[in-house]
């Protein structure tokens, strides 16, 4: 394995500081009134500096986009090693991702316009967090196959019928409108989870 030079590391190290002070803006103002000018100010560095780092203000807000998609990945990820049925993981699973998807629109909405944006543009990054989220599912759906919960052929097949039938209750601008409409949206989720469950042969 190669080993990374100084100059790497500072550079990585440049990156990461100015996304701190990006998401910071991002959080408080929300990502359409963020400038690049106030990025630089709080930094104490020119506009043009932070373009060698970048190279547009749509690679931050990808960057960023991505930082919020990534924590998310690693908590579904630590779901999916607790030692617990396949059932009972795949369930909480569905609850938690749910829950935070609307969370963020009531309660950090800058946050939720800029996945919003991603989502309504189609930004790679939010291909990529599906396929990471229908990863994670897979693993889940092949264990409950394994330990007999589940009683679908196809565990590929079945985790992207779960993220399908799931959609309405993640896609942040379903779960916003469902939210304006004064929708019970837990009671909508556990239907269509157990749905879900039926439809894996669980029980």
């Given at each position: ?12 190290l440049s990156r ?5 002070v990006?998401?910071?803006h ?8 963020t ?5 630089a ?10 373009y ?9 807000n ?41 969370t ?5 909405k800058?946050?939720h316009?800029?996945i ?5 543009d189609?930004?790679?990054?939010i ?15 092949e ?5 007999g ?9 079945a985790?992207?019928s779960?993220?399908?039938a ?8 379903l ?5 304006r ?23």
């Amino acid at each position: 394995m190669r080993r990374r030079t100084p100059m790497e590391i500072d550079v990585d190290l440049s990156r990461a500081r100015i996304l701190d002070v990006a998401e910071e803006h991002f959080r408080r103002i929300g990502y359409q009134k963020t400038s690049m000018a106030d990025i630089a100010s709080c930094l104490g560095m020119s506009s043009a500096n932070i373009y060698r780092f970048f190279p547009s203000r749509a690679a931050i807000n990808r960057s960023i986009c991505g930082r919020f998609f990534a924590e998310t990945a690693q908590f579904a990820d630590s779901i999916a090693r607790m030692q617990v049925p396949a059932q009972e993981k795949l369930v909480s699973l569905l609850n938690i991702l749910h829950q935070k998807r609307r969370t963020t629109f009531i309660q950090e909405k800058p946050v939720h316009d800029l996945i919003v944006a991603a989502t309504e543009d189609n930004w790679a990054i939010i291909r990529t967090h599906r396929d990471q989220l229908v990863a994670i599912i897979g693993t889940m759906v092949e264990e409950g196959i394994e330990a007999g919960e589940f009683s679908v052929d196809d565990a590929a097949q079945a985790a992207r019928s779960v993220m399908n039938a799931f959609t309405p209750f993640y896609h942040p601008v379903l779960v916003e409108q469902r939210v304006r409409n004064g929708e019970d949206t837990e009671e909508g989720l556990h239907e269509q989870i157990r749905f879900i469950l039926k439809a894996l042969g669980g029980f």
